[in-house]
């Protein structure tokens, strides 16, 4: 009964598209795309390593870091953070080791991207795609240009298959990938005030499919 209830709850916390890939035995392989991301394990011992942080519901928690299959959400690996001075990059290509090599498209928030480690990945053969932040490699131009923008509006530079586009919604939203052109589509979706189709980028667009596993 107890490992029943545990089955449950964790077919619960795993969502799955049909209810017989929770029973998938089959040897697992991950898919093209791969999320890289963070999780919060609850921690209120003494533990040297536990992080705090004021902003997140749980406050003390021991810090995982994560690649995932972004289509099925299965951990294809992970690291527990130890405190240790070990460099973002190096963090990266220490997790997506056994995925170097084999044309997978990682998706990754601005903590980690940057133009440096979008082109170490791409030499490893490995491409990516995720917001970055202003001090990471943007061109000051661009980012000038950027803060001129109105709303739906974005710019663009590209060097090689670096791609790195800045676009205005609420705020200026800043991506870079390897993976896709600076192309704006329709979302299918529609304002509640204007009722105007709303379109965004499609890196945008392909991030927030691809980053929520």
């Known amino acids: 009964m107890r490992k029943f209830l545990e089955l449950i709850i964790l077919m619960g916390q795993v969502r799955k598209g049909n209810i017989r890939d929770y029973w998938f035995t089959d040897p697992h392989s991950p898919k093209q795309e791969l999320s890289f ?3 919060m394990i609850a921690r209120w011992g003494p533990l040297k390593f536990r992080t705090y942080n004021p902003g997140k519901i749980t406050k003390h928690a021991v810090l995982v ?5 972004a289509v099925l959400g299965y951990i294809c690996n992970m690291e527990i953070y130890s405190a240790a001075r070990k460099k973002l990059e ?3 290509l ?3 080791d056994r995925n170097l090599g084999q044309n997978h498209h990682i998706y990754q928030d601005n903590f980690y991207n940057s133009m440096r480690l979008a082109q170490t990945l791409l030499d490893r053969n490995v491409r990516v795609c995720g917001t970055m932040r202003a001090n990471r490699g943007i061109p000051c131009d661009l980012e000038g240009d950027g803060k001129c923008l109105k709303k739906g509006q974005s710019v663009f530079q590209r060097k090689g298959d670096v791609m790195v586009q800045v676009w205005k919604d609420k705020r200026l939203a800043r ?5 896709h052109e600076a192309t704006i589509v329709n979302t299918g979706q529609r304002d509640r005030k204007t009722n105007m189709e709303i379109k965004k980028p499609y890196a945008v667009v392909q991030y927030n499919k691809f980053i929520k596993a």
């Open 37 to 39: 991301d963070e999780a």
């Open 175 to 179: 991506m870079i990938s390897t993976i």
């Open 94 to 96: 220490s997790l997506l």
């Open 65 to 69: 870091r994560r690649v995932c299959e």
């Open 90 to 92: 190096d963090t990266v």
